[in-house]
């Protein structure tokens, strides 16, 4: 019996706010623990919450970045339940007036429309720690720093079919927010985290009655790799004839396994009530549109647009429109040097391969798209040869220089005079006899070879075309 997988993620990410959600504590990452907290994020009785506007605005930002509609009037609510780390012993979340619903991403080659049923504000809680301290065995500590940090949680309808579909996108959704600017998305420190539902039915038949939540998704890898193992599971059970709870469970990724954690809430176990301390959010049709207009050429639109405009194949283009950064560079570099197609190539082999060396983002990167620009030109007026050119981008990334300055000072010019060219193809001949007498014999292949030699004897300075031609013309 084949079974289709059905499933849906939630996503939380954290706004990139100065501040709290609901108070003036600052929402920082990484300062020691509980050093950003007051009485309102302690939940301290008859301290009263005050909404952070630009938590809105950030929010209102990734709604419409995912297409959602932005709800005029949303209320927060009080979601109920006991935690360690939530002091108040109820989170400030929204329930059944999100902030924007109805909204979708198409992700992926083909793409697949992901339905996203809503996005919500709500408030994280604190940490728990139960490690790293001498009595770490009887005791837990709490970190509160994190409490009341704003997040938008985003929930797709059960529209993904495959582990390799949530991957995309997640990947996808990932760039778009980071485009909007609205969140650092960053898994490691916890600004973007990602549960998983999935459950099996018969192909096309009715959605299925029960749904397992995955938990403790630290990277897309992992998201993958537990939803692989899930339907797995799953499949195993219903094909014995076995039934499957509501549940949520917990992936372990270093054994490559999910393991029960508890039953699962259902929202009424939750006795959400209107937030009474405050008022319904109001957003206007001027506010929502002074946010649209701010919204920046996203991601599928751009990797299209750059496909189309400068001839290049889809993969290079979705590549260097994977990141806003990336995609200014090359477009500045592209329009400078008047190749674009040069500048594509450069980019993505030269330029990506010290980013990974050094592991340094785009805005660190050494060599200013304006000089890239110039080091294309040198090769295409003729002025050196893309050899040389190698040499001038590696001393470029140490910071040395500029371009033409390079280009005069390492003596780079490119070899115009053939009779410098043919002295050092007859002293390549007389030094590879026998590739030479090859070539004669019709081994044609040899030729690359001989001009390999005459760019080495003449310091990467002989244009390599006029090289073979004199070559040819000196063994016939
Ligand atoms: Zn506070």
């Not at 935690?83 to 999100?98: H, T």
């Not at 993958?224 to 499957?244: S, T």
């Not at 889809?314 to 008047?338: M, N, P, R, T």
Request: aromatic share 6%; charged share 25%; glycine share 8%.
């Amino acid at each position: 019996m084949e079974l289709e997988p059905v499933i849906g993620l939630e996503i939380h990410v954290q706004l990139k706010t100065r501040t709290k959600l609901f108070c003036r504590c600052e929402a920082a990452f990484g300062d020691p623990p509980n050093t950003h907290t007051c009485p309102v994020c302690l939940g301290l009785p008859g301290a009263l919450p005050v909404l952070n506007t630009k938590a809105v605005e950030l929010g209102v930002r990734a709604a419409l970045a995912i297409n959602c509609t932005v709800n005029r009037a949303s209320q927060f609510a009080r979601k109920n339940y006991f935690y360690p780390d939530l002091p108040k012993g109820y989170q400030i979340s929204q329930y059944d007036r999100p902030l924007a619903s109805n909204g979708h991403l198409d992700a992926g080659e083909p793409a697949v429309r992901v339905r996203l049923t809503r996005l919500h504000l709500e408030e994280d809680a604190g940490k728990s720690m139960h490690e790293g301290f001498p009595d770490s065995d009887v005791r837990s500590y709490l970190d509160l720093n994190r409490c009341g940090v704003p997040l938008a949680e985003i929930v797709s309808e059960p529209d993904i079919r495959t582990p390799g579909q949530a991957h995309d996108f997640l990947t996808h959704l990932k760039t778009t927010l980071q485009y909007v600017d609205v969140s650092d998305c960053n898994m490691e420190e916890g600004s973007l985290r990602c549960d998983a539902n999935v459950s099996l039915r018969l192909p096309g038949g009715p959605l299925p009655g029960y749904k397992v939540e995955v938990k403790n998704l630290n990277s897309f890898r992992n998201v993958q790799r537990a939803l692989e193992y899930e339907i797995e599971r799953q499949g195993k059970i219903l094909r014995d004839g076995g039934e499957i709870t509501r549940e949520t469970r917990l992936y372990d990724a270093d054994r490559g396994l999910t393991s029960s954690m508890r039953s699962k809430e259902e929202a009424h176990d939750y006795r959400y009530f209107p937030e009474p301390d405050l008022l319904p959010l109001e957003v206007t049709e001027e506010q929502i549109e002074s946010i649209r207009a701010t919204i920046p050429e996203l991601f599928a639109e751009k990797s299209k647009r750059f496909a189309d405009r400068y001839q290049l194949p889809g993969y290079d283009a979705a590549i260097l429109a994977s990141s806003k950064a990336l995609a200014d560079y090359f477009e500045e570099c592209a329009v400078q040097s008047g190749n674009p197609k040069a500048s594509s190539n450069w980019i993505m082999t030269e330029m990506m391969r010290e980013l990974k060396n050094r592991t340094i983002d785009v805005p660190a990167f050494p060599i200013s798209p304006a000089s890239l620009a110039l080091l294309i030109r040198r090769i295409d007026d003729g002025t050196i040869t893309g050899k040389a050119a190698k040499e001038v981008f590696a001393i470029l990334c140490e910071g040395g220089g500029d371009v033409d300055g390079i280009i005069k000072e390492k003596g780079l010019l490119q070899i115009q005079d053939d009779s410098a060219i043919e002295a050092a193809v007859a002293q390549v001949i007389q030094a590879n006899p026998k590739p030479a007498e090859q070539y004669r014999n019709g081994k044609t292949a040899t030729l690359g070879f001989l001009v390999g030699q005459v760019m080495k004897a003449t310091g990467g300075r002989a244009n390599p075309q006029k090289a073979g031609e004199l070559l040819k013309r000196a063994l016939s």
